[in-house]
């Protein structure tokens, strides 16, 4: 199915009764304040699955889970993958590999969201989108940047145009589109890289 | 409600040219200082030039300026609890 941008997947709290896996596109995983306000958690793209430890029993989502990036999305219903996934020791297996690395992300991420400035976040978070769609052009509003990175749009309109001055990106009404990965890697926090492994080692399956 | 548009000059300027509606120059203010707090935000400056020399100004739907804002004023400010130490003044310029 063809998902649209800001369709939500899931709610906290909520039982989860499908995961889904996106083929193209990104999910976010947002905890969402009280206020209304909302932080990035996680992400989810080609490489995982939405609610796959639900394959290990029952289980309620933890944030709102939300298309950022719209594209194809295949889904099963829960009881079925949990009746595939109790009779298969190396699925559940990789069900805890990957809850694990988006454990680690999460963790990456408050971190990130604390102490790292509003610039190198952006360009983390460009890079990470970009890979998880495969593609260098973003369908992405600045409003959409601006509450991901927890700041507010007028910041990251700056930031960006900062960004394209020194030509590592290109942005146009609703697109950004990455000109130069290096420069955008330099200008990221550690965090990318640390996130990055964490995903290369859960795709070759290896312990570091 | 009115338009603000916000740019950071110093001899070059960043412009964020679709502006932001607000109710009042009162709300523009808070808005270009919050802003500010979240450019200087545990960094140094842009566009390899430090905060000192970039002023944010405000100007409204006829390019009149409105107001200015000095981002050398927001360093180090933005870091947390006072009583914590400021970590902007503990990193070196790497």
């Known amino acids: 199915m063809t998902v649209a941008q800001g369709a939500v997947f899931l709610e906290p709290g909520e039982a989860i009764d499908r995961i889904y896996f996106p083929q193209s596109g990104m999910i976010s995983l947002l905890i969402v304040s009280r206020e209304g306000d909302m932080v990035e958690v996680s992400t989810v793209g080609r490489e995982g699955a939405l609610g796959l430890h639900r394959g290990l029993g029952g289980r309620r989502s933890f944030t709102r889970a939300t298309v950022q990036i719209p594209g194809r999305f295949s889904a099963i219903a829960a009881h079925a993958f949990e009746r595939v996934s109790l009779s298969s020791p190396s699925l559940r297996e990789m069900i805890a590999r990957y809850t694990e690395m988006l454990w680690a992300e999460a963790q990456q991420l408050a971190a990130c969201n604390a102490v790292h400035d509003a610039s190198s976040r952006l360009c983390r978070w460009l890079l990470q989108s970009a890979d998880h769609i495969d593609s260098a052009q973003l369908p992405l509003t600045q409003e959409f940047l601006a509450q991901m990175l927890g700041v507010r749009r007028t910041t990251v309109t700056l930031l960006a145009q900062e960004l394209q001055k020194q030509g590592a990106v290109k942005y146009s009404r609703g697109k950004v589109t990455i000109l130069n990965r290096k420069m955008l890697e330099d200008g990221a926090c550690e965090c990318y890289q640390v996130i990055q492994h964490e995903k290369l080692a859960l795709k070759i399956g290896v312990n570091w | ?94």
């Open chain 2, 1 to 94: 409600m009115p338009m603000y548009y916000f740019y950071l000059l110093d001899y070059e300027e960043v412009i964020d040219s679709d502006g932001t509606e607000l109710p009042d120059l009162d709300a523009a203010r808070e808005h270009a200082k919050q802003v500010a707090r979240e450019l200087t935000f545990r960094r140094d400056g842009m566009l390899q030039r430090g905060w000192s020399q970039w002023t944010m100004s405000v100007q409204d739907n006829n390019g009149q300026v409105l107001l200015s804002l000095p981002l050398g004023d927001f360093e180090g400010r933005s870091t947390g609890s006072p009583d914590r130490p400021n970590p902007a003044s503990i990193k070196t310029n790497s």
